[in-house]
């Protein structure tokens, strides 16, 4: 069984910096892109990155661009995601995600991060 | 990127059959077939029903199907039952290499 799950949210002063991570189980992570996706409280999803399977090939949303990083370690099932900069705005749940033929077909539960002074 | 324009909301009564339509551009929708559909229950992580425009997942209801038409995708639900009740998005590659979630529609079995 598939498994992601994120941790390293929690609250943040604007203009500061969080690394999430999400671990996975179930399957070959290095096998597979994965992507982030976030959700602000009461919005509709966003996505923010993704990341191919060999960790080369990396791709932003223009709202995190310059700011976020996505990287993996294979050896350790683990993907990351370190935001930096941080808005107000950036205040949402935030998603790991499997790829799947141009699709994101696991979820973890998601780990929120609220940026406020 | 902007993101893909939704219907707001979408009712039906149970056993009948809705659509929810997703509108972009040549640039996403309209310029690749791959489109995705995510339904996502309250506090509750999203879930993949259609992926590549019409194709399901192994596990998810043959009551959903998808299609598209120019810059337009849309989910349609047929013999509508309770448990469908939920926020439904789409989903698209871009142009840029990246992707595009729809504005989302909220589902309500009346």
């Known amino acids: 069984e598939v498994q992601l799950l994120e941790s390293g949210g929690g609250l943040v002063q604007p203009g500061g910096s969080l690394r999430l991570s999400c671990a996975a189980s179930g399957f070959t992570f290095s096998s597979y892109a994965m992507t982030w996706v976030r959700q602000a409280p009461g919005k509709g999803l966003e996505w923010v990155s993704a990341l191919r399977s060999s960790g080369d090939g990396t791709y932003y949303a223009d709202s995190v661009k310059g700011r976020f990083t996505i990287s993996r370690d294979n050896s350790k099932n683990t993907l990351y995601l370190q935001l930096s900069g941080l808005r107000v705005e950036d205040t949402a749940v935030y998603y790991c995600?499997?790829?799947?033929?141009?699709?994101?077909?696991?979820w973890g539960q998601g780990t929120l991060v609220t940026v406020s002074s | 990127q902007s993101a893909l324009t939704q219907p707001a909301s979408v009712s039906g009564s149970p056993g009948q059959s809705i659509a929810i339509s997703c509108t972009g551009t040549?640039?996403?929708?309209?310029?690749?077939?791959?489109v995705s559909w995510y339904q996502q229950h309250p506090g509750k992580a999203p879930k993949l029903m259609i992926y590549?425009?019409?194709n399901r997942p192994s596990g998810v209801s043959n009551r959903f199907s998808g299609s598209k038409s120019g810059n337009t995708a849309s989910l349609t639900i047929s013999g509508l039952q309770a448990e469908d009740e939920a926020d439904y998005y789409c989903s698209s590659y871009t142009s840029s290499s990246t992707y595009v979630f729809g504005t989302g529609t909220k589902v309500t079995v009346l």
């Open positions: 995600a499997k790829d799947y033929v141009r699709s994101s077909d696991s």
């Open positions: 590549d425009v019409s």
């Open positions: 040549s640039s996403d929708v309209g310029g690749y077939n791959y």
